[in-house]
């Protein structure tokens, strides 16, 4: 079974500009939550989606968004880039996500490496 | 507000040596708890996770873990780490749905 996808897995992007991110999930995997990684802040969640609605989200600005598809795909948006943005973004995917604390594993993919210049 | 320490920033250890990679978390309920690994340049593997029943949890590579709730702690243990065990630690607690907070992380060198 192929693992969580992400791409691209490196994009370089400029301040101001804005970004889209690309996350296939597991088949099968209903659910897909996003995380930045930076060496300050360390791992920190931005949203879950789960059969296409946001479930949960972390305490990000609005530029951050994100939106799921009909086949579990999730795409996530940064507008207006920061240099501060620039990050490791990880996706994982679980295959449910209906109880108030999930006991699925989440699978996470290799990340996309974003640098804003 | 939920939260995962870990007090080791870096750790170094010998091939052959035991591995204890300590974790303390702050959460009102009983925790879900994770430890996860990342590698350079890649994504979170899941070694181990915790829920509930038996308080000494085995998890892949041969690593293990004790949830003591009286001390609010998940340490996460080897009995003889490999150099290719050497990589980052990541200790998490779920706090909704599949919202994970991690700590900070610990990276462990192996020495040969």
């Known amino acids: 079974k192929a693992g969580v996808t992400q791409t691209p897995r490196y994009l370089i992007k400029t301040r101001g500009q804005q970004v889209t991110l690309s996350c296939s999930p597991i088949s099968g995997h209903r659910s897909v939550s996003w995380y930045q990684q930076t060496p300050g802040q360390g791992l920190q969640f931005l949203f879950e989606?789960?059969?296409?609605?946001?479930?949960n989200k972390g305490n990000f600005p609005g530029r951050f968004s994100g939106r799921q598809f009909s086949n579990s795909r999730s795409e996530m948006n940064v507008s207006t880039l920061e240099l501060g943005d620039s990050a490791l973004y990880l996706c994982?995917?679980?295959?449910?996500?209906?109880?108030?604390?999930?006991?699925?594993?989440?699978?996470f993919g290799p990340g996309t490496r974003l640098t804003v210049l | 507000a939920q939260s995962v320490t870990q007090p080791d920033i870096h750790i170094t250890v010998s091939e052959g040596a035991s591995l204890e990679l300590r974790c303390n978390y702050s959460?009102?309920?009983?925790?879900?708890l994770f430890w996860y690994v990342q590698s350079p340049g890649q994504g979170l593997q899941l070694l181990l996770k915790?829920?509930?029943?038996?308080?000494l949890v085995q998890g892949i590579k041969g690593f293990e873990a004790e949830f003591k709730r009286s001390q609010s702690s998940f340490n996460l243990r080897k009995p003889s780490v490999h150099w290719s065990d050497a990589a980052e630690y990541f200790c998490a607690v779920g706090v909704y749905g599949n919202k994970l907070v991690f700590g900070a992380g610990t990276i462990l060198r192996v020495k040969s």
């Open positions: 915790y829920f509930s029943g038996d308080t």
């Open positions: 989606y789960f059969s296409e609605t946001q479930r």
């Open positions: 959460y009102g309920a009983t925790p879900y």
């Open positions: 994982a995917s679980s295959l449910d996500g209906t109880g108030p604390l999930n006991t699925d594993t989440q699978y």
